[in-house]
Nanobody
Framework: QVQLVESGGGLVQAGGSLRLSCAAS????????MGWYRQAPGKQRELVAD???????NYAESVKGRFTISRDNAKNTVYLQMNSLKPEDTAAYYC??????????????WGQGTQVTVSS
């Protein structure tokens, strides 16, 4: 089994910053894409940013220039640095990864989510 454990969420004022982390653990053979999604109340889950194992990055238009995704392949960890936060960034943020284990081909996994709340 693979676990994705997120940390770093919290309450911040508009204009502030937060850094999310997500560490993958288990009998991991390789990880391809890792990313962050978010879901606000009453809305669909949406992609925030993702990054492949060789560093190709994709951002949602709404976060370009404010958020930065990065990863440490040696630690099986992905980060999301969020700057200039806005109230509309308030959501539950979920880590996502495509992971191959020593027992199985690549499967998609989700973390449990971490809440980010931006006050105005």
């Amino acid at each position: 089994q693979v676990q994705l454990v997120e940390s770093g969420g919290g309450l911040v004022q508009a204009g502030g910053s937060l850094r999310l982390s997500c560490a993958a653990s288990g009998r991991i053979f390789s990880i391809n894409a890792m990313g962050w999604y978010r879901q606000a109340p009453g809305k669909q889950r949406e992609l925030v940013a993702d990054i492949t194992s060789d560093g190709n990055i994709n951002y949602a238009e709404s976060v370009k220039g404010r958020f930065t995704i990065s990863r440490d392949n040696a630690k099986n960890t992905v980060y999301l640095q969020m700057n200039s936060l806005k109230p509309e960034d308030t959501a539950a943020y979920y880590c996502n990864a495509d992971v191959a284990t020593i027992y199985s081909f690549t499967r998609n996994y989700w973390g449990q989510g971490t809440q980010v709340t931006v006050s105005s």
